[in-house]
């Protein structure tokens, strides 16, 4: 049965506002306009209520290198425990593991931005809280570790995707917890943790290192 | 002349407006986009459920403070904040998304589990913005379209009961074949989001070196965090690198205005299975490569589905019409509003 004509122009007009809806939240991803701004601030409220304030920038501008956390956990009885998320030895299905591997990006999004510097405490700490809760550890040391991605040239000479030199660290902090105790950061004593090729950026400096890994690399 | 000429063209835009948008259509399409969308929901909350504790409990990976740093000042609301991590409240939670998903994939109450997978779909992701991409993307708004018409007069349990229902009571019941305004609206909008979300993703790209000199796709392949089959023998023939790169970021850049062309079609919608088959296969994101080719179905015709059913409309009108005794010509042309979707 064909609709009425009022009812015809009454949801035309809901499917053009949607539309532009989700033409602006990637139209007004940075660098964007004061138009494309303005525009997406006044869908914003829908946008983002629905789910659908995304870029839609898959693998762009390029693929870059990866990015994993590595971490140290001390128990209460002084043993070492060390590993890194996303790990596909422990996190399967794939799907379980792409999840962690997204934490792990997440973090490097915002590592890469200094004005996104409270956040990254704030997710920093709370890995840190996780990973102390599951392990019962007193401290953590956590790592943002980027993976590089070699040329082909480097891969047809040789060089396999996992090479030492491949890799570069960055301190994220360390975490200190006691029982009842809120996790903690301790007092920036700043020491670079630079591992591979060269290191992350410089705001890896102004973040709380005690001591280089050892055996940072691999 | 000039007033006539400007007449003429208001007059064949909103025809054309309405052709595009009101015409009715036959839900097979939204269906295969149900069934396979209710499938994956299933299996990503069966692993969210299985792994609870660690994306949604108060000691998760993101708990509440990174939670709200990482949402910003947002519009976003989630559920599973306000149950505030409580391990029963959050048991009932996952098994709503568990039974809601399933209840999509196999068409029963079918608008409701859409409506109910749209929200829980939101929720869980404004709970855990570290932990997503672009499979949780394309599912947030396959099930807000799927909410306006969720493809449920085929086959489903709701239409199944339907046509019990109409051969209990004899009554003619056409409208259970299920062409409708709301099919057509929401396969429409799967199909523009999808224009949408390839053009972005491919201008985009223009802003990458790699991209312009061929060699991004070797970006996926010497990803080791990504790889699921090792490539690498790739290196030794460079040129095939280069294809696959130009070929990408050509297809997505094309495809919102060669879609739409029943000739092309075929070939894009071939390169769509191809990329994220690819994708899902070779770089360990086989959930979100099938979503997308589960949201590619909107662009094949609802005849060609129900042909490849080994439907034909006479076929099924022969199975329903024993009381469907109503045959109004303004509600016969199945096959051409079917058609409708694809109208270039």
């Known amino acids: ?218 | 002349m000039i007033r006539d000429w400007f007449r003429s063209l208001f007059s064949a835009t909103v025809d054309g407006w309405n052709r595009f948008w009101f015409t009715p259509s036959h839900p097979a399409t939204l269906a295969v986009i149900r069934i396979a969308t209710g499938t994956l929901l299933f299996y990503s909350h069966l692993i969210w459920a299985l792994n609870s504790s660690s994306f949604f409990g108060s000691q998760s990976w993101l708990n509440e403070p990174a939670t709200r740093a990482l949402r910003g000042e947002g519009y976003g609301f989630s559920l599973l904040t306000m149950i505030d991590s409580q391990p029963a409240a959050l048991f009932a939670v996952h098994a709503l998304a568990l039974i809601a998903s399933l209840c999509l994939a196999v068409g029963f109450l079918s608008r409701a589990a859409a409506l109910t997978m749209f929200v829980l779909t939101i929720s869980f992701a404004n709970r855990n913005p570290g932990a997503l991409y672009g499979f949780d993307q394309i599912v947030g708004f396959l099930t807000m379209y799927l909410s306006i018409n969720p493809g449920h007069r085929w086959l489903s349990i709701d239409a199944w009961r339907a046509r019990r229902r109409s051969l209990r009571n004899s009554a003619p019941r056409l409208s259970a074949l299920g062409s409708q305004p709301t099919v057509t609206i929401a396969t429409r909008l799967i199909q523009l989001h999808l224009c949408l979300l390839y053009f972005v993703a491919g201008i985009s790209k223009l802003k990458g070196a790699t991209w312009w000199s061929g060699v991004a796709f070797w970006g996926a392949i010497g990803n080791q965090e990504y790889q699921t089959v090792d490539l690498t023998a790739l290196v030794h023939w460079p040129v095939l690198i280069n294809l696959a790169t130009h070929a990408t970021l050509a297809w997505e850049i094309s495809y919102p205005f060669v879609v739409w062309n029943r000739w092309v079609r075929p070939f894009v919608l071939a390169m769509a299975v191809a990329v994220h088959a690819g994708i899902g296969v070779c770089f360990g994101m086989l959930t979100f490569g099938m979503i997308m080719i589960a949201a590619n179905v909107a662009f094949v015709s609802p005849t060609l589905i129900r042909q490849l059913a080994g439907q034909s409309d006479e076929h099924v009108e022969r199975a329903n019409g024993r009381h469907d005794r109503v045959s109004k010509p303004a509600e016969r042309p199945r096959s051409r509003s079917s058609e409708s979707l694809h109208p270039v």
Not at chain 1, 17 to 32: C, D, E, F, G, V
Not at chain 1, 53 to 62: C, L, V
Not at chain 1, 92 to 100: K, N
Not at chain 1, 143 to 152: A, D, E, G, W
Request: glycine share 6%; net charge neutral; no cysteine.
């Open chain 1, 1 to 218: 049965m064909a609709w009425a004509r009022s009812v015809r122009v009454g949801v035309s007009l809901l499917l053009i506002l949607h539309l532009i809806a989700i033409a602006s939240a990637p139209w007004a991803m940075q660098p964007s306009s004061v138009l494309a701004e303005r525009v997406f601030s006044f869908f914003q409220p829908y946008v983002d209520f629905a789910f659908l304030n995304h870029g839609y920038h898959f693998f762009a501008p390029e693929p870059g290198p990866s990015h994993v956390i590595r971490y140290e956990l001390q128990l209460a009885d002084g043993r070492l425990v060390t590993g890194q998320f996303p790990d596909a030895q422990v996190h399967s299905p794939r799907l379980l593991y792409h999840r962690h591997f997204m934490l792990s990006e997440t973090a490097n999004r915002l590592a890469v931005d200094p004005a996104q510097q409270p956040a990254l405490d704030e997710l920093t700490r709370s890995f840190a809280d996780h990973l102390m809760t599951n392990y019962s550890a007193i401290q953590a040391r956590l790592y943002l570790r980027r993976h590089y991605i070699p040329t082909p040239d480097q891969v047809a000479d040789g060089l396999p995707l996992d090479a030492p030199e491949l890799f570069a660290e960055r301190p994220l902090g360390t975490f200190h917890r006691q029982a009842g105790d809120r996790t903690r950061t301790v007092p920036p004593t700043v020491q670079a943790a630079v591992g591979g090729r060269e290191s992350l950026p410089p705001a890896a400096t102004q973040r709380v290192a005690t001591q280089a890994p050892q055996g940072a690399i691999r």
